[in-house]
């Protein structure tokens, strides 16, 4: 029997799951408009590949990667896209973000599918690409790019492919109800990700409070290829943590900062893995999701599989939403998802959960008061930090020590918040930090990238200026070369000295030019005027015998009459000799 390791930490929150599995997976069906945005995964938003009053079919590429962490997004219904613009999206703050929005036509008509009769044809790099074409994303709530977390670090094999099916958070049961019902698209994926990944061992994780669903996969199994387990094992928050999940099943850690490949391992959620059987059999791209509908706060908690896109709203009134009973939206559960500003926004890659509870469920905290130093934060912390410490850091805004305190291993599950007695909201402190560290890592990349590029034109500059430099000095050598041939032939024509010469003439002339009379100046203009009239008349001539424009001829014989006239008035006004 398998051995099954323990994590540091944990707590044991209630677990309200019961009241959303009385049903089984029901169908959401087709809103009158989706939303879509275009940044539903970690990464760089999808770029659009559709214009405003375009008729798209289901499933159709909508908006394709951009960049190598990215994905693409798909039309969940047929429709026309009815605008390409800021919307609202789920997300803690609250703000808007481009959104494709479609105004479904109720055809549900799809685009022709091309999935793969046998994935055992084909090379792991082309289902690789078949999964980043089809827009898959981590379903457990990170949003990772499935490709790239499957083809791993160059050079590193995979032993071990984990399938999370623990599904930890209080009343979240998309996880449950899908190891239940379809068990056997969830072998049929993980022999997909064993073609690909050829793992030496492959290990499905899943919490004991999930009977029914161990023994779905259990009995899916039992034909299953040898190296599959399934792992039962005590049910404690947050197990369904990738590194925590990989601890409990392997006992390996996780390096601070590293990830799972770099131990040998990679971890899939369950139903990133059905969204890969059905992107490599049926060649269906990813457009919807199983996401539970629950709290107080409506009449019928459920599961749906929903469009992508689809409103909360249109979702919560099929559940029978009641909105006088409501506290506050969260989307996720209790321990790690947020608070939405609206019940507008729409569901996406992301959304496993929508928790309507009502005051007397969840309460709100009451105000935050002084830490007490208890400890009893660090002795919840499934990372093994010092929450406390960080606390301070935070508020001390204090980066380099948050940083040297690993901040960034804190999976942000909250545990530390629940147990704290003075109620003090530590996560929202590092989820702050977090941000702000972010931040600034990113403006340190801008004002290096603006260094760099400074100094690249700089030393464009000073090399411009010096091939100059090499130019000039290349021509001053061929003349002196040139100057040094003529003189050792001894000719005549020494370019420097027929400079030197003409410089000379001029000179002369110029001064000569100064001591005339003014008659001898007045006969020099006299003579000028007469020699261009000449050469005006002759020009005139041959444009006459070559036919040319009218409007040349004109102007030629305005200037013959011009000259003609300063001729006339040279003459009338030269000094006549003196006679005797």
Not at 434 to 440: C, D, F, P, W
């Amino acid at each position: 029997m398998r051995r099954v390791f323990d994590f540091h930490g944990g707590i044991h929150p209630a677990e309200n799951k019961q009241q959303s599995l009385t049903r089984g997976i029901r169908q959401a069906g087709v809103p009158e408009q989706l939303t879509l945005p275009l940044s539903q995964h970690i990464g760089a938003p999808a770029q659009p590949v559709v214009a405003v009053g375009e008729q798209v079919l289901k499933g159709q590429l909508i908006a394709e990667a951009r960049g190598h962490v990215s994905v693409p997004l798909h039309a969940p219904s047929s429709g026309v896209v009815a605008a390409i613009a800021e919307r609202p999206i789920p997300h803690p703050s609250g703000y808007s973000a481009k959104c494709i929005v479609i105004d479904c036509d109720g055809r549900d008509q799809w685009a022709p599918l091309h999935g793969v009769a046998d994935y055992r044809d084909h090379e792991p790099t082309q289902l690789l690409e078949r999964i980043r074409a089809a827009g898959i994303a981590g379903l457990g709530g990170a949003g990772f790019p499935t490709a790239i977390k499957l083809a791993g670090k160059p050079g590193a094999s995979i032993r071990t492919l984990i399938i999370n099916g623990t599904e930890c958070e209080p009343y979240i049961t998309a996880d449950d109800i899908l190891m239940r019902e379809r068990a056997g698209d969830i072998l049929a994926g993980i022999a997909i990700l064993r073609h690909i990944l050829h793992p030496e061992q492959v290990l499905i994780g899943v919490e004991d409070n999930k009977p029914e669903a161990i023994a779905a996969l259990r009995s899916a199994a039992a034909d299953a290829e040898p190296g599959l387990e399934v792992i039962a094992f005590p049910t404690k928050y947050p197990s369904g943590g990738e590194k925590q999940l990989i601890e409990i099943l392997t006992g390996l850690q996780v390096p601070s900062g590293g990830l799972p490949a770099d131990i040998g391992i990679v971890c899939q959620n369950i139903g990133t893995v059905v969204a890969v059987r059905d992107a490599i059999v049926d060649g269906r791209p990813l457009i919807s999701r199983i996401t539970t509908v629950t709290g107080e706060a409506v009449a019928a908690p459920q599961n749906f599989e929903v469009l992508l896109g689809t409103p909360m709203q249109y979702l919560l009134d099929l559940a029978g939403f009641q909105p006088e009973h409501c506290l506050r939206l969260i989307m996720g559960g209790p321990m790690m998802g947020f608070t939405l500003a609206s019940a507008a926004v729409p569901v996406v890659k992301t959304t496993n959960c929508i928790l309507a509870p009502s005051a007397s469920e969840l309460p709100p905290p009451p105000p935050a008061q002084a830490c007490i130093r208890c400890g009893l934060c660090a002795q919840a912390c499934p990372a093994s930090l010092l929450p406390q410490q960080l606390f301070w850091f935070a508020q001390g805004k204090e980066v380099e020590k948050l940083e040297q305190h690993n901040l960034f291993d804190c999976i942000e599950c909250g545990a530390c918040s629940w147990v704290c007695p003075s109620h003090i909201p530590l996560v929202q402190y590092y989820r702050a930090s977090k941000a702000e560290i972010l931040q600034q890592r990113h403006d340190h990349e801008k004002a290096e990238q603006a260094r760099l590029r400074f100094e690249a034109r700089q030393a464009r500059i000073v090399r411009e200026e010096q091939e100059r430099e090499a130019m000039r000095a290349a021509r001053k050598a061929a003349a002196e070369q040139r100057a040094r041939q003529a003189a050792a032939k001894g000719s005549e024509d020494d370019p420097v000295q027929a400079a030197i010469e003409r410089a000379k003439a001029k000179k002369a002339a110029q001064q000569s030019g100064d001591a005339a009379t003014p008659e001898q100046q007045a006969a020099a203009q006299l003579d000028a005027l007469r020699q261009r009239l000449e050469k005006s008349e002759q020009r005139l001539a041959e444009g006459r015998a070559a036919g040319e424009q009218e409007k040349i001829l004109v102007a030629l014989e305005a200037t013959v009459q011009r000259l003609r006239e300063k001729i006339a008035a040279a003459e009338a006004a030269a000094p006549q000799p003196e006679t005797h």
